[in-house]
């Protein structure tokens, strides 16, 4: 463990009409304890995963590598600013780290591979070969296993998206191992009821307000697939 606690408030928010201040869960969730290496993030798309996680990323000063050039038709202000209302408390001291996600992921590959036109050694470092040169879900796990090798606190969004069910076991038993070594401290927002299983993980559910603890069967992820199995012919 290395993050312990992450505070909000919103009695300084600077807005209550705008994206992500209008959300009720950052009004009524306003002290996250973090009490396992590997957390879990859960909810409907909209309801603040990606957000939160992002403000705790620039809280942590994590560089989110993204394209800054993209244009917006109608800007808001404030999208980027709730970690400037946010506290952090580390176990000891701060730790350096990473944010992911699936989307953003092709531009820290693209500036991988201009570093290594000047110093080809530093491919070395991700299986020796550019990201780009391999499929999306074999680049995601040659980045995975060597990043998470390294003490740190990381933060993922939807690292599912380009990998198949099982990559995404490989991936459980990457997380679950780095997490019991004790090194690495995982927040991941997902959709995956594979990821959600991972042994040990705690679940908290953005569908609740405040945000609380839920156990893998009471997720929808869990509940909707379970009954896609067992009978398919309801959903279709």
């Given at each position: 463990?290395?993050?312990?606690?992450?505070?909000?408030?919103?009695?300084?928010?600077?807005?209550?009409t705008h994206y992500p201040f209008i959300l009720e869960i950052f009004h009524k969730?306003?002290?996250?304890?973090?009490?396992?290496?590997?957390?879990?993030?859960?909810?409907?798309?909209?309801?603040?995963?990606?957000?939160?996680?992002?403000?705790?990323?620039?809280?942590?000063?994590?560089?989110?590598?993204?394209?800054?050039?993209?244009?917006?038709?109608?800007?808001?202000?404030?999208?980027?600013?709730?970690?400037?209302?946010?506290?952090?408390?580390?176990?000891?001291?701060?730790?350096?780290?990473?944010?992911?996600?699936?989307?953003?992921?092709?531009?820290?590959?693209?500036?991988?591979?201009?570093?290594?036109?000047?110093?080809?050694?530093?491919?070395?470092?991700?299986?020796?070969?550019?990201?780009?040169?391999?499929?999306?879900?074999?680049?995601?796990?040659?980045?995975?296993?060597?990043?998470?090798?390294?003490?740190?606190?990381?933060?993922?969004?939807?690292?599912?998206?380009?990998?198949?069910?099982?990559?995404?076991?490989?991936?459980?038993?990457?997380?679950?191992?780095?997490?019991?070594?004790?090194?690495?401290?995982?927040?991941?927002?997902?959709?995956?009821?594979?990821?959600?299983?991972?042994?040990?993980?705690?679940?908290?559910?953005?569908?609740?307000?405040?945000?609380?603890?839920?156990?893998?069967?009471?997720?929808?992820?869990?509940?909707?697939?379970?009954?896609?199995?067992?009978?398919?012919?309801?959903?279709?």
């Amino acid at each position: 463990m290395h993050l312990k606690r992450v505070r909000l408030f919103p009695e300084k928010y600077p807005t209550k009409t705008h994206y992500p201040f209008i959300l009720e869960i950052f009004h009524k969730t306003t002290d996250l304890v973090l009490t396992s290496p590997l957390t879990f993030f859960v909810g409907e798309n909209g309801t603040g995963k990606s957000t939160f996680l992002q403000a705790i990323a620039n809280r942590c000063r994590i560089h989110i590598w993204k394209d800054n050039d993209r244009f917006t038709l109608e800007a808001n202000p404030y999208e980027d600013l709730l970690y400037q209302y946010m506290e952090v408390e580390w176990v000891d001291e701060p730790v350096a780290g990473s944010f992911f996600s699936s989307e953003l992921f092709r531009h820290f590959a693209q500036y991988l591979d201009e570093w290594a036109a000047s110093d080809p050694r530093v491919l070395d470092y991700f299986g020796g070969k550019s990201l780009n040169t391999l499929s999306h879900g074999q680049s995601l796990m040659s980045f995975f296993r060597s990043r998470y090798q390294i003490r740190g606190l990381y933060l993922l969004d939807e690292p599912e998206t380009a990998l198949s069910p099982r990559s995404e076991l490989e991936f459980v038993r990457l997380i679950r191992d780095m997490g019991e070594i004790g090194d690495a401290q995982f927040i991941i927002a997902t959709h995956s009821p594979i990821l959600l299983a991972c042994p040990g993980a705690r679940i908290l559910s953005f569908d609740e307000i405040p945000l609380r603890t839920v156990e893998y069967e009471e997720t929808e992820h869990y509940q909707v697939y379970k009954a896609f199995m067992a009978d398919r012919s309801k959903f279709l």
